[in-house]
């Protein structure tokens, strides 16, 4: 199984902060990978799709790059609306496995 | 607008069964591959599993954690994804949401979520 993980764990920023994510998977997944913003009591918004496609209507200071094992989000400029938990999601298509999040916390 | 809508959740026995429904409306059904996903309380997200569509041969798979437990099945007809779950652990405690994968791209669509309290 591909397993997937993020680093950190969990993140201090401030408004107006550029902050990036890293999500490493176990072995090579091409450019299938997604990522997701939760906010607490509410489903998962799919924010990038094949490793850098902005989803429809996501504010374009959210992108993500990488390919193989290792990913990145980047937010370029912390707004208070992006406080929240972000998931990273490999889908190779036939097991499909989320990193473990990573919380992003105002400082 | 797209909507997905899970029901069926409640407090059930260790070792009892359970069946979810997810009810799809403003797109596709047909053609989409569906999901479903859980998420116990403070935790993270973890894939249950999901079933292709029709023009994939209704072809399903799932998290080995769940694997020869659940089943998920659907009625295109009635635009209604389902998860049949059994022999129900405590640990399958989570909110279940549904979910709609598209084509090469990530899980576009998401459902509210329903809530599965296995405990005796």
């Known amino acids: 199984d591909i397993q997937m993980t993020q680093s950190p764990s969990a993140l201090s920023a401030s408004v107006g902060d550029r902050v990036t994510i890293t999500c490493r998977a176990s072995?090579?997944?091409?450019?299938?990978l997604a990522w997701y913003q939760q906010k607490p009591g509410k489903a998962p918004n799919l924010l990038i799709y094949?490793?850098?496609r902005l989803q429809t209507g996501v504010p374009s200071r959210f992108s993500g790059s990488g390919s193989g094992t290792e990913f990145t989000l980047t937010i370029s400029s912390l707004q208070p609306d992006d406080f929240a938990t972000y998931y990273c999601?490999?889908?190779?298509?036939?097991?499909?496995?989320f990193g473990q999040g990573t919380k992003l916390e105002i400082k | 607008e797209a909507q997905l809508v899970e029901s069926g959740g409640r407090l059930v026995q260790p070792g009892g069964s359970l069946k979810l429904s997810c009810a799809a409306s403003?797109?596709?059904?047909?053609?989409?591959?569906m999901h479903w996903v859980r998420q116990a309380s403070g935790k993270g997200l973890e894939w249950v599993g999901r079933i292709r569509s029709k023009a994939n041969s209704y072809a399903t798979t799932y998290a080995a954690s769940v694997k020869g437990r659940f089943t998920i099945s659907r009625d295109d007809s009635q635009n209604t994804a389902y998860l049949q779950m059994n022999s129900l652990k405590t640990e399958d405690t989570a909110v279940y949401y549904c979910?709609?994968?598209?084509?090469?791209?990530?899980?576009?669509?998401w459902g509210q979520g329903t809530l599965v309290t296995v405990s005796s």
């Open positions: 072995q090579s997944i091409s450019s299938w």
């Open positions: 094949k490793a850098s």
């Open positions: 999601q490999q889908y190779t298509g036939y097991l499909y496995t």
């Open positions: 979910t709609r994968h598209k084509d090469d791209e990530g899980f576009d669509y």
């Open positions: 403003g797109f596709t059904f047909s053609g989409s591959a």
